[in-house]
């Protein structure tokens, strides 16, 4: 058996305890979920924290940030603390250093934490500086990055001047998807060059208008890496505005209905979509587990990608992994 058939099969068995035990779990505990921001991905997510919830009949407070950032999502956090009556806590920290004061805060007023897509520290909740999350239950994100930079590589034929647009800075997930992207590029693609990175602070005009400007300045670009949702939203309709659909590849994280309408047009050359739900679901799971008394939950799940092509952005084996939420 394979370390990670092994690894697998913990995860399984541990879901199961939780399953079984959540008989014991439901009316004891009362789960919280703060996600990042209000975006398709983090939606379903919720629907992942949902049916989970649903089906251990479990209480969840639902509190989603309208913007991003550590200002807005603290005192979000502050409020849920303040009420008193949750013992665990689902969420995904704006930023890997700033966050963690605020949700000591919690685990101090008794609130466990699990953290779902974004990580405290350097993730290592065994031996890195940040211990206190029960999990963090999320892509690999640097793995993300690797594999973005090779399908965009692969659409350019190997050679040209590529630009990544991004949100925030000391963000683990989109900081781990541009580093696994420039290690890849400068180890394995000696000709292609990345000219640049934006962040555009998760607002997808100011995506657009950053993406414009590389396009105005790099004549040749031959492709762009949208990070996230709204990166990649705004990187793909600079790239229509300037008529430079299906020359100018893009690769776009997170699989939004409008980037597979964008995949489906050409401009598009593949959709990274991650597993929203399974971490919304598994980590309510978790949680009842925990109050269960299981104590071999991993501290960390990573929850693996769909990647969505031309070829079999109609599989539906493929296609299940879209977000299919309201636009
Ligand atoms: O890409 C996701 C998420 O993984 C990231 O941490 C923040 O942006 C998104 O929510 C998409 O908008």
Redesign the pocket.
């Known amino acids: 058996m394979s370390k990670r058939q092994v690894f697998l099969g913990l995860i399984s068995a541990a879901v199961l305890v939780a399953s079984s035990y959540a008989a014991i779990a439901q009316d004891k505990i009362k789960i919280g979920f703060l996600p ?2 209000v ?1 398709p ?2 939606q379903v997510m919720e629907i992942g924290v949902e049916a989970a919830a649903k089906e251990l009949g479990l209480d969840v407070v639902i509190q989603v940030p309208p913007t991003w950032g550590v200002e807005i999502q603290t005192p979000i956090l502050d409020a849920m603390i303040a009420r008193g009556d949750l013992d665990y806590l689902i969420t ?1 920290p704006t930023d890997k250093d700033q966050m963690i004061g605020p949700l000591q805060v919690a685990v101090d007023a008794g609130i466990k934490v699990i953290t779902v ?2 990580f405290l520290g350097d993730g290592d909740y065994v031996s890195g500086p940040v211990k206190f999350p029960i999990s963090y239950i999320g892509s690999d994100n640097v793995e993300g990055g690797r594999i973005s930079a090779r399908g965009l590589a692969k659409a350019i034929n190997g050679k040209g001047r590529v630009y990544i647009n991004s ?1 925030n800075p000391n ?1 683990s ?2 900081e781990g998807r541009a580093v696994g992207f420039n290690e890849v590029m400068d180890n394995e693609y000696p000709d292609i060059e990345v000219v640049g990175l934006d962040f555009n602070l998760d607002d997808m005009n100011t995506a657009v208008q950053q993406t414009a400007a590389v396009l105005q300045r790099e004549a040749d670009l031959a492709g762009v890496f949208g990070t ?3 990166s990649a939203q705004g990187a793909g309709t600079a790239v229509v505005n300037a008529g430079l659909g299906g020359q100018v590849q893009v690769v776009a ?2 699989a939004t209905q409008f980037a597979i309408e964008q995949l489906r047009e050409g401009v598009v050359s593949l959709v990274l979509a ?1 597993k929203p739900f399974d971490m919304g679901y598994m980590a309510v799971q978790f949680a009842a587990a925990d109050a269960a008394g299981v104590t071999s939950l991993p501290r960390r799940v990573e929850t693996g990608f769909a990647i969505i092509n031309a070829d079999n952005v109609d599989d539906p084996a493929y296609a299940r992994f879209i977000y299919q939420v309201p636009n």
Request: no cysteine; net charge negative; charged share 15%.
């Open positions: 990042g921001v975006d991905f983090y995904a897509d974004t949100t963000v997930s989109v996230n949702v709204f994280y997170d991650q």
